[in-house]
């Protein structure tokens, strides 16, 4: 398993990607599934993934050599969405060539894609590309894209991070969704790749890759478990059956009528039936032993 997200703000883009794969737990490995196509000054893409990691590093290798139908690549796309679809395309090569030999063994085509980043000319775009080539873009309604174990740092972001977020706010916001992650779920883990991109540089000025001995990160994982501690405690107990207008905190108002529903034992059945004796093999239809 593993864990990528990728934020989409004013300011630039945020993408982190942790290194853990397995195939059990006895095979648990590291790779890298973020990587650039940078031309600085020109143009900068980031393409993380999770899934069968095979299939990833298949599509990888297409979308740098792919010529589309307009004779365009990666590389003179003139727009973000005409990089995103030479993306599907080669996800659906892969397919094409892999799939059914895959089924045969048991093996599930899947993958997930996050791929954003900018072309001079226009401004930051992200994207989330499907198994099937398919993907959506990151508007100001969604500002990040998860793929792989996604759900343990899902809340922190959802509460946190606004499009008027900087790249430091929602680097924090991203180490502390990964951090929640790997609390939860031990598929996901060190090291991480952490980059920044600001609007307009064209050009990879802030990256990191993040194992047990980086500071910041230490700090994250020390520090944010103990103010979630002391935030939980400087929350107040519950009052049951209490008066609202008089009393805070009141979970369960003094009067009010709440009724769990309540499942019945079984009615008994007033006349049983009766059991049938057994019968011997030394015994006849009446009971009577025979001679």
């Known amino acids: ?61 297409v979308i740098g050599e792919y010529v589309n139908a307009a004779g365009k690549t990666i590389w003179t796309v003139a727009t973000m969405y005409e990089a995103a679809q030479i993306v599907g395309e080669a996800v659906r090569v892969v397919y094409d060539r892999e799939a059914l030999k895959l089924e045969k063994f048991g093996i599930d085509f899947n993958v997930g894609i996050i791929f954003g980043g900018q072309i001079k000319g226009e401004g930051c775009r992200l ?11 990151s508007l100001n309604e969604n500002t990040y894209f998860q793929i792989g174990e996604a759900k343990y740092g899902k809340p922190i972001l959802d509460r946190v991070v606004t499009p008027a977020s900087t790249l430091d706010q929602a680097a924090k916001c991203a180490l502390i969704s990964m951090d929640s992650t790997m609390r939860s779920n031990i598929s996901v883990g060190l090291p991480l790749d952490l980059l920044l991109y600001g609007t307009d540089t064209l050009a990879v000025t802030r990256f990191v890759t993040i194992d047990e001995k980086n500071q910041y990160f230490q700090m994250i994982h020390e520090n944010w478990g103990k103010q979630l501690t002391a ?58 032993e025979q001679p």
């Open 1 to 61: 398993m593993t864990y990528c997200v990728a934020l989409r703000l004013d300011s630039g883009l945020v993408f982190l990607s942790d290194s853990r794969t397995n195939a059990g737990v006895d095979h648990v490995a590291t790779a890298r599934k973020m990587s650039v196509f940078e031309n600085p000054g020109e143009r900068l893409m980031v393409f993380m993934t999770a899934g069968n990691l095979s299939i990833s590093q298949s599509i990888k290798q």
């Open 127 to 137: 994207f989330q590309v499907y198994a099937a080539g398919n993907f959506i873009e």
């Open 231 to 288: 935030v939980f405690n400087g929350l107040a107990d519950p009052v049951w059956n209490a008066n609202p207008d008089t009393v805070p905190n009141v979970v369960l108002a003094k009067g009010s009528q709440n009724e769990p529903l309540v499942l019945a034992p079984p009615v008994a059945n007033p006349n049983p039936a009766q059991p049938i004796p057994l019968q011997t093999l030394a015994q006849g239809p009446d009971g009577n």
